[in-house]
T-cell receptor, first 117, second 108 residues
Framework: NAGVMQNPRHLVRRRGQEARLRCSPM?????VYWYRQLPEEGLKFMVY????????ESGMPKERFSAEFPKEGPSILRIQQVVRGDSAAYFC???????????????FGPGTRLTVT | LAKTTQPISMDSYEGQEVNITCSHN???????ITWYQQFPSQGPRFIIQ???TKVTNEVASLFIPADRKSSTLSLPRVSLSDTAVYYC?????????FGTGTQLKVEL
């Protein structure tokens, strides 16, 4: 069973360009989460999605960032008009369980390292 | 969001047992304690989870006292490959809250 897949692994963008990060959850998982990790820091929750629905986007910046998880295909995290402060590692995770379940585990992908020049 | 407190770093030698303690004074009744491990340039990996008392799996043990205000991750006989950052998380639901973790360094 393949794990969570993310691509690209490394992405370089100039200021003002758009960045698209893709995440394919583990087979059978319908819950996807995106996190951002700045150097020397822990991961910060951004958004939680189920198929075709955004469930919780409380950690997502209000401007320039958007996420989707279409009925078919991977989940996409989109960053428009990138700035240097967007440089970070972006991790996607998936889980088979409903949120609120007392015992849950999220399976993380290898991350996409975004560098904005 | 609920926050845990753990040491910033720990050093150990191969073959030793390592215990990493985490404080979670404001833990809620429904919260579980979960530990993740992260190697450089990789995503976090689930290690172990517990609610109270002791949980053991093939990788680690987790001790949670009756008041649940702290927990201890125990790694038996560590090796160089256990060098990583270890995160203690409390809670449940859809968002995991990571602190800065404990950087464990294992030497020969």
């Amino acid at each position: 069973n393949a794990g969570v897949m993310q691509n690209p692994r490394h992405l370089v963008r100039r200021r003002g360009q758009e960045a698209r990060l893709r995440c394919s959850p583990m087979k059978g998982h319908s819950h996807v989460y995106w996190y951002r990790q700045l150097p020397e820091e822990g991961l910060k929750f951004m958004v939680y999605l189920q198929k075709e629905n955004i469930i919780d986007e409380s950690g997502m910046p209000k401007e320039r960032f958007s996420a989707e998880f279409p009925k078919e295909g991977p989940s996409i995290l989109r960053i428009q008009q990138v700035v240097r402060g967007d440089s970070a590692a972006y991790f996607c995770a998936s889980s088979p369980q409903e949120p609120g379940h007392l015992s849950y585990e999220q399976y993380f992908g290898p991350g996409t390292r975004l560098t904005v020049t | 969001l609920a926050k845990t407190t753990q040491p910033i770093s720990m050093d150990s030698y191969e073959g030793q047992e390592v215990n990493i303690t985490c404080s979670h004074n404001n833990i809620a009744t429904n919260d579980y304690i979960t530990w993740y491990q992260q190697f450089p340039s990789q995503g976090p990996r689930f290690i172990i989870q517990g609610y109270k008392t002791k949980v053991t799996n093939e990788v680690a043990s987790l001790f949670i006292p009756a008041d649940r205000k702290s927990s201890t991750l125990s790694l038996p006989r560590v090796s160089l490959s256990d060098t990583a950052v270890y995160y203690c998380l409390q809670g449940g639901g859809n968002k995991l809250t990571f602190g800065t973790g404990t950087q464990l360094k294992v030497e020969l």
